[in-house]
């Protein structure tokens, strides 16, 4: 498992399986910086079938790729120190999705309300492509407002789940398209029904498109089965608490290949495993 561990730690950690004690893979605790082998607030992290590791680095604006083995960083997306809204660089960037080839990798490009695609052989100041959104902010199926999580399931659908934070909904959108379409929450409105999410951060899809969302807001984890909008409540109680069953501003979901479930619970600053019923 690797962990980015954003705030004042700013470093990457990964935990071997069995493992009880992580070991650092990038960054140095404590050392904020925009050298090659540091970061500001990393988000998201994924390790590549040939151990490289790409990592979402927020107020750098950039995506970080470190060889295998590398403590070392080499920019892959965005300019360092210099956000905007240019087709080659981020405005503060978040969760990040390699596709199975490993060929492309999308971000979500949260203050610029927008995902951008690149290869993962880009270097830095590449131009990315507009895959979903890039109007603007607004609560509209034609716009994202703050994306935040993405995913995506190839073999099943060409199309990307994307989370939209301040709209309190997950948008699936197919790359390039001008819009997309609602499948779970109702846009502008934030709550705590079945129906409705608060702040929604990660998100994944299986190989059946059921949808599971870290509702950060309403601290759970919902699942949301293809082609329905009503949820339920998987991890969390809706209560933000730290026992053994509750959860405080989850972020980040990913399962093992068993289905057993990974929350990033922010606020408690700890990784929960949620066994699969």
């Known amino acids: 498992m690797y962990v980015a561990d954003e705030s004042s730690n700013s470093v990457v950690w990964k935990l071997p399986l069995n493992a009880t004690t992580a070991t650092l893979v990038s960054g140095s605790q404590g050392s904020i910086s925009s050298a090659s082998d540091r970061f500001y607030y990393p988000q998201d992290v994924y390790a590549d079938s040939l151990g490289n590791v790409y990592v979402t680095d927020y107020y750098n604006y950039r995506v970080q790729k470190f060889a295998s083995g590398s403590s070392t960083g080499t920019t892959i997306a965005g300019v360092t120190g210099s956000g905007s809204s240019a087709l ?23 203050n610029n309300h927008r995902v951008m695609r690149y290869s993962t052989s880009s270097s830095s100041g590449t131009n990315g492509v507009v895959v979903a959104g890039g109007n603007g902010g ?10 935040y999580g993405i995913h995506s399931m190839p073999s099943v659908s060409s199309d990307l789940f994307i989370s939209n934070m301040n709209a309190h909904t997950i948008i699936r ?32 899809v299986d190989s059946y498109l059921n949808l599971y969302v870290a509702d950060s807001g309403n601290h759970r984890i919902q699942l949301f089965c293809q082609n329905s909008q009503t949820g339920y409540t998987i991890a969390g109680t809706g ?5 053994a069953i509750q959860l405080n501003g989850a972020r980040s979901i990913t399962f093992d290949s068993a289905m057993n479930l990974y929350v990033s619970d922010t606020n408690n600053r700890r990784i929960q495993k949620f066994l699969r019923l």
């Open 88 to 110: 080659n660089r981020f405005n503060s960037v978040r969760h990040l999705y390699v596709e199975p080839t490993e060929t492309y990798i999308y971000v979500t490009d949260y």
């Open 173 to 204: 959108w197919t790359p390039g398209a001008t819009s997309g379409y609602y499948v779970a929450g109702v846009s502008a409105v934030s709550g705590q029904s079945p129906v409705l999410l608060n702040s929604p951060a990660g998100v994944r």
């Open 138 to 147: 607004n609560y509209l199926n034609t716009t994202l407002y703050y994306p």
């Open 239 to 243: 209560v933000a608490g730290n026992s």
